[in-house]
């Protein structure tokens, strides 16, 4: 049985971290990506998320005219040791990002790393 999340670590994963804003229903809130795929992202936020809730994500990476905006839903939430919350997001689409976007293993401080499998 394929479950979101089996669906989501099928994806390369990179380790990538962003200011990333969080739209919801009737709040912004600010948030930093730890990785993202093309059927998800997991991000840290100061405020928690409930699960289920559908939220538009926004980010800027780090390729120069790059725009991710993707809509998506609250898989999980889970607090943190520092006091965050990580928030696993499922896109309702895959992203369909170029050379210049996730294909090209960026780690987010414009240097070249590896892309993570899980």
Same mark, same amino acid.
């Given at each position: 049985?394929?479950?979101?999340?089996?669906?989501? *670590?099928?994806?390369?994963?990179?380790?990538?971290?962003? !200011?990333?804003?969080? *739209?919801?229903?009737? &709040?912004?809130?600010?948030a *930093?990506? +730890?990785?993202?795929?093309v059927?998800?992202?997991?991000?840290?936020?100061?405020?928690? /998320?409930? &699960?289920?809730?559908?939220?538009?994500?926004?980010?800027?990476? !780090?390729? !120069?005219?790059?725009?991710?905006?993707? *809509?998506?839903?609250?898989?999980r939430?889970?607090?943190?040791?520092?006091?965050?919350?990580?928030?696993? /997001?499922?896109? +309702?689409? !895959?992203?369909?990002?170029?050379?210049s976007?996730? +294909?090209?293993?960026?780690d987010?401080?414009?240097?070249?790393?590896?892309?993570? &499998?899980?």
């Open positions: 049985m394929n479950s979101p999340q089996r669906q989501e *670590r099928r994806n390369i994963r990179y380790p990538v971290h962003l !200011p990333v804003l969080l *739209r919801l229903a009737h &709040e912004a809130i600010h *930093r990506s +730890d990785n993202i795929s059927g998800g992202v997991l991000v840290s936020s100061a405020l928690p /998320i409930h &699960e289920g809730s559908t939220v538009e994500v926004e980010a800027s990476l !780090p390729s !120069p005219g790059v725009q991710l905006s993707a *809509r998506g839903k609250v898989l939430v889970l607090p943190q040791a520092s006091g965050n919350f990580s928030v696993a /997001i499922a896109f +309702d689409r !895959p992203l369909e990002l170029g050379r976007g996730l +294909d090209s293993g960026f987010g401080k414009g240097t070249s790393t590896p892309p993570r &499998e899980k």
